[in-house]
């Protein structure tokens, strides 16, 4: 006898929760930072360079200046590498300006185990020495199994480590949201 799991969506957050969460973290990195002195964004591709490009943009709003922003592929850093079955797409990173002496802000859309945040960190680390990396993510869903930790989180999602979250967005031809898919 086959048993067919049924699965169900609950809507975490919608397009204007998701303008609200990160217009906040936007004013976060503003007032911790001081400004946008000696800053910089990196997002993690893909949901974050997405999400990084936003805060770009709500950053330049309130402060009138653009900040760096660049591009990480992390699948080389990844610690999975070589046992997956199938072999990752290695995509381009792009960060066009020296990180060495500035503040770093990674952006990603979902935090959970942390080990795509270390991942991202030894590839940035591999191309200078930032003053600091701070942590901006979209969703923390726990689950850590290294020690990191976000310092701006659009919103903390208690789940199940068999649940998955889903980020949506406009870039990528979809209506932005978040999901939870959870067993029914």
């Given at each position: ?104 802000v990674l952006v ?52 199940a480590r068999d ?22």
């Amino acid at each position: 006898m086959t048993t067919i799991s049924r699965q169900k969506e609950i809507l975490l957050m919608d397009a204007h929760d998701m303008k609200r969460a990160l217009t906040r973290i936007s004013h976060e990195i503003l007032e911790r930072n001081k400004g946008i002195q000696d800053l910089a964004l990196v997002g993690i591709r893909t949901g974050g360079v997405y999400l990084a490009r936003r805060i770009q943009a709500f950053i330049k709003q309130i402060e009138g200046h653009e900040l760096p922003l660049g591009e990480l592929d992390i699948t080389l850093y990844r610690d999975d590498l070589g046992s997956r079955r199938d072999q990752p797409e290695v995509r381009k990173t792009s960060i066009p300006f020296h990180i060495t002496d500035l503040k770093i802000v990674l952006v990603d859309d979902v935090l959970f185990t942390g080990r795509t945040i270390r991942a991202a960190m030894d590839g940035l680390i591999d191309l200078g020495r930032p003053a600091e990396i701070q942590l901006a993510v979209l969703i923390d869903r726990g689950h850590r199994q290294l020690p990191i930790k976000a310092n701006y989180v659009g919103k903390s999602v208690p789940t199940a480590r068999d649940e998955i979250v889903h980020v949506y967005l406009e870039e990528l031809g979809e209506r932005d949201r978040v999901v939870l898919v959870t067993a029914e």
